[in-house]
């Protein structure tokens, strides 16, 4: 009697991967880094459509190696994968593929999630509860920090989902996302939401010139590191010093307008 041909795990199963997948960097290590993680989250899906364990420990080889990549694609990234080993299973997709793959397109991703969500939502996020926070909005903060918390769990969802039923094909809707010109956009807005929060922490109607001045600076730093690299740990350090630095001036040399 002949195999029946393998199927995509059922809703239960993929419900629990999709859990796992919250979990990728739960067990980190300087060797595989999330490569743990990242097989615990597959093995529901993969003892499902591999019921031979010769087979499964195959399987579960491919995702031994090397592999890291930004938490937030860990959905994306799962849902792919089962739908790939779906199809290798079945014959109908080369195993080679998927481990080129594996070391390739991971990693891109990687760099596009510490570019866009680490360096610009995440700091988007901080940086409007903490104005809404300083200004007096408690509840408006708590709302907007739940909305945003609730979407961010809507959005692997939809990853997840999306790399389940497209395969390959979801690579080429993150392509037209064009996430990392959003990632600069959001960082440009982040600056002026900066200068906001600068505006309601200091006493700008008491110290206004060194207001002004410091929201020039923060927007020239942006500039810098925008434009030419520069780095920021470098930046924070002539901040840091100018700081120290104005008082003693001011003593030295008082300033006629009240700097």
Known sequence: MPTPAPSMPDAKTLLLCFLRSYLVGAAFNTRGHQNIGIVFAMEPGLAAIYPDPRARREARKRYLRHFNTHPFWAPLLVGTFLSLEARIARGTFPAEVLRSLKDTTVYTLSAIGDSVFGGSMLVFWSLTTCALVVSGNNG???LWSLMLFVSLQVFKLFT????L??????????????????????????????AGL?????????HATRWTLSAL??????????????????????ATAAAFALPWADDWMPMPWGF
């Open 165 to 194: 039923r497209e395969g390959l094909k979801v690579l080429q809707r993150l392509k037209q996302w064009d996430l990392i010109n959003w990632g600069e956009k959001l960082k440009l807005c982040n600056a002026v939401v900066l």
């Open 198 to 206: 600068l505006w309601l922490i200091w006493p700008h109607h008491q």
């Open 140 to 142: 408006a903060a708590f």
């Open 217 to 238: 600076l923060l927007m020239l730093a942006s500039w810098l590191i925008g434009r030419f690299h520069v780095s920021r740990i470098f930046l924070a350090a002539c």
């Open 160 to 163: 997840f989902a999306a790399g």
